[in-house]
């Protein structure tokens, strides 16, 4: 399969999810992919897209967040790029490790104070990468796709 992608360029609010989850379905509906595996994807972009929104923009939507998605018939890659504030330091380090935060559902003061969406976006995806280059944060979303039946 040759590489096939598509780009959007979005503003940063909170009421472009909607056009995020749209075209990332619109996008993967020729793939013919497992549910369960769109539904995972879907929830880690929105869940990325809002924290560029809450946390890099600080709710600026006069920002934009431009966002590619990609499928090279071995693993779809989203990645959303920002100018805003970057991804503290002691925070980056943590991404592309396992979670290593099991807060209990029922204790709420077992949850951390910030960070369970890094740690859902990390659960749902294959890859979790980041990086700021000039001033511009690009988070790049993986997630392997099934093999093709022989």
Request: aromatic share 6%.
């Amino acid at each position: 399969m040759a590489s096939v992608s598509t780009t959007l360029c979005l503003p940063a609010s909170l009421s472009s999810l909607a056009e995020l989850s749209n075209a990332l379905y619109d996008f993967v509906a020729p793939f013919a992919l497992d549910s369960a595996l769109v539904y995972q994807i879907d929830l880690a972009s929105c869940e990325a897209f809002t924290n560029i929104v809450k946390h890099a923009v600080n709710y600026d939507d006069s920002q934009k967040v431009i966002i590619t998605l990609s499928n090279d018939g071995q693993q779809l890659i989203l990645t959303l790029a920002d100018d805003g504030e970057a991804i503290p330091d002691e925070i980056q380090r943590e991404l592309g490790h396992a979670p290593s935060l099991s807060p209990d559902p029922l204790v709420h003061s077992s949850w951390p104070e910030g960070g369970m969406g890094l740690i859902l976006i990390q659960s749902m995806m294959d890859n979790v990468s980041y990086q700021t280059e000039n001033g511009r944060n690009t988070l790049t979303l993986i997630k392997r796709l099934p093999s093709e039946p022989s």
